[in-house]
């Protein structure tokens, strides 16, 4: 089975950094993925992670540790269009709560 | 490219009625699309793997019946909300794989309003 956890809600004002937490037990691994998903709209694809390590890409990067069932989203430079629900994936298409991140000015 | 659509994006019915949402990979070929039903706030929820060719493999929970999935084509699914009531308000959204990657593609969703 699948069991993904992530906070709820995060806040942060706009240039700053924020890193997303998420935790999962999944029988059968095979890759964490990143979405973002703002409101009333389908979630964009972020990020995929398979090995352990840092992926980056721009001001989103994005870390996994197998061992741990850990991986987090780092959020650099905050924009105000930044404000979305950020939701952790195993490759088995389970989706985490989401975590939802408010920008502000 | 890999662009997904949904068809209608909204959509208003009476209680009783059933609607039928279409799910098309525009420039790619897609042998499985996953069905997705969202309520506010709420994660997504996979409903049901759609392979094309076979019957879809439904999600526990998901009644089969209530939701009849068609996937006739490499790049056509649809979902049909049978006799539709209000409980079945949500957001609903597909995506689409490719073979050569990892990613899936989603579509923009549908609102489904039931009166």
């Known amino acids: 089975g699948q069991n993904i956890d992530q906070p709820t809600e995060m806040t942060a004002t706009e240039g700053a950094i924020v890193q997303i937490n998420c935790t999962y037990q999944?029988?059968?691994?095979?890759?964490l993925f990143w979405y973002q998903q703002h409101a009333g709209e389908a979630p964009t694809f972020l990020s995929y992670n398979v090995l352990d390590g840092l992926e980056e890409k721009g001001r989103f990067s994005s870390f996994l540790s197998r061992s741990k069932g850990y991986s987090y989203l780092l959020l650099k430079e905050l924009q105000m269009k930044d404000s979305a629900s950020y939701l952790c994936?195993?490759?088995?298409?389970?989706f985490g709560a989401g975590t939802t991140v408010t920008v502000r000015a | 490219g890999a662009v997904v659509s949904q068809h209608p994006s909204w959509v208003i019915c009476k209680s009783g009625t059933s609607v039928k949402i279409e799910c098309r990979s525009l420039d790619f070929q897609a042998t499985t699309m996953f069905w997705y039903r969202q309520f506010p706030k709420q994660s997504l929820m996979l409903m049901a793997t759609s392979n094309e060719g076979s019957k879809a493999t439904y999600e526990q929970g998901v009644e089969k019946d209530k939701f009849l999935i068609n996937h006739a084509s490499l790049t056509l699914s649809t979902l049909t909300v049978t006799s539709a009531h209000p409980e079945d308000s949500s957001f609903y959204i597909c995506s689409a794989g490719r073979l050569a990657d990892h990613e899936q593609f989603f579509g923009p969703g549908t609102r489904l309003t039931v009166l």
């Open positions: 999944t029988s059968g691994f095979n890759g």
């Open positions: 994936a195993t490759r088995k298409l389970s």
